[in-house]
């Protein structure tokens, strides 16, 4: 399973680190995490410079992709060669998942077409300004298209591929590993009351 994390120029670190640290946290052979840039690196909103892990085409092979946010996103969507890259995104052959201004990504590409939205509070204009619905929720996810609103429901997108990929008790154990220590309970019950109920329903067991 290769997921990819979409990390542009001006790039907010709590988006795309703990969504990184969170899924990293699968330790199988077969899963890889990647920081996908657009060039060989990038600088992040305070000043930390990434290298790139994989390209932007290689992302849109991936099995799942988060699309970062940052305070260059709006610039982001207006580079004619970005977008066509991520024109290769697809729903029906990948999880696809949007971090704050990320959904203003998959608003500008047409995913979200009749899907509301999550985002932080100020993409939420630029996001309604593209005809999408915006939730006064942390996470919201349909089929295989998921959002997140705020920095820290990033653990959410996180958990949600992982629920979706390699099964609930994974998902679980990663969360319990980064919850706060004598929170831990408390943490995981959240951010299950938030995920939950956009899981696939279980498949019922053969008699």
Known sequence: MHIAILTFEGYNELDSLIALGVLNRIKTDDWRVTI?????KVKSMNGVVIEQMS???????ADAVIVGSGIATREVVEDPAIMKVLRGLDPSRQLIAAQCSGALVLAKLGLLHDIPACTDLTTKPWVVAAGVEVLNQP????D??????????????????IARLEG????ESALHYVAPVGE???????AWRNITPYLPAPTPALA
């Open 36 to 40: 996908a840039t657009p060039s060989a």
């Open 168 to 171: 609930h008790d994974a998902a």
């Open 139 to 142: 996470f919201y996810a349909k």
């Open 184 to 190: 831990k309970e408390e943490y995981i019950e959240r």
């Open 55 to 61: 390209t932007l085409a290689e992302a849109c092979a």
């Open 144 to 161: 295989n298209i998921a959002t997140a609103g705020g920095c820290l429901a990033s653990q959410y997108l996180a958990a949600w591929i």
